[in-house]
Every structure is written in structure tokens, then in C-alpha cells.
């Protein structure tokens, strides 16, 4: 019996896919919810699901391909202070976290810090780019510029 898959099971297949599995398989996934009968109406459904999705993943893309623009633009740089010795280098470090926070207080913009793609914290002043990634297939770099404070 073929089945269309509205969850990921181990081994069998994945959310959305369609799969000839035996008739008894095929009840016991119907009754666990975790696949539906592939009738033409129900493929009729995933198509179009399938398309909303892909309309929306393209969206998705599009917005981050506009923010590494504006990110990755010669007047986009995150503006911070910290404590310095004399040599240059700061008491502490600065942390994906605070430049994120840093870059909503300045610009208005949101990024998770966990898309920083900072190695070790900046422990010296000047300029400093900081990889980040918007999309699995975008990524910028922010410009850091850390002074004394």
C-alpha cells in the first residue's frame, strides 16, 4: 500500500515522503497518525503543501540575501567599549552575545548568537569581522570596531 508520511520514522522515511510499505505496516502507521494513504486527494494536498513550503523557504532565502546587504554595507559597523591595558588588550572579552546585543540597541537588528560564528571571544581592540550565518546558504560578516572605553 502506498502511504504519504506526515512524520519521521526511523528507518521507513521521512516527513513527506511517499512510500510503498506492506498493508499491515501501512495500517499501523495510518493508526499512529504517522502516514495517511496516498488517495489523489491526498496527493493533490502534498503538492500543494510542497509548494507553499518551497515559496516560503525562497522568501526566507531572499530576506537574508537583503540583510547581508545591508550587514555587509561600508556603514555597518557595531560601535563597542571595553576596558583596555596599555598593550591593547582588553580585561576580559567580548562575546557573540554582546555584540548581538549590541547591534539591536544600535541598528535594530536581531540575530541569534548562536549564528556568530566566533571561534574564542575578541580579546583586543580595533577592528574585528565576525562571520555570521543567516541562512545555510547566506553568510555575512559584521564589522566590530571595539575601543577603549
Known sequence: MKVIFTQDVRGKGKRGEVKEVPDGYANFLIKANKAKQADAKAMSALRGQQKAEAKH????????????????????????????????????????KQISQAMEKQYGIKIDKRKMELNEPIRSMGYVNVPVKLHNQVSAKIRVHIAEK
Open 57 to 96: 523557504e525562497a522568501e526566507v532565502l531572499a530576506e537574508a540575501k537583503v540583510l547581508k546587504e545591508k550587514l555587509e554595507s561600508g556603514d555597518f559597523v557595531v560601535e563597542m567599549t571595553a576596558k583596555a591595558g596599555s598593550d591593547g588588550r582588553l580585561f576580559g572579552s567580548i562575546t557573540s
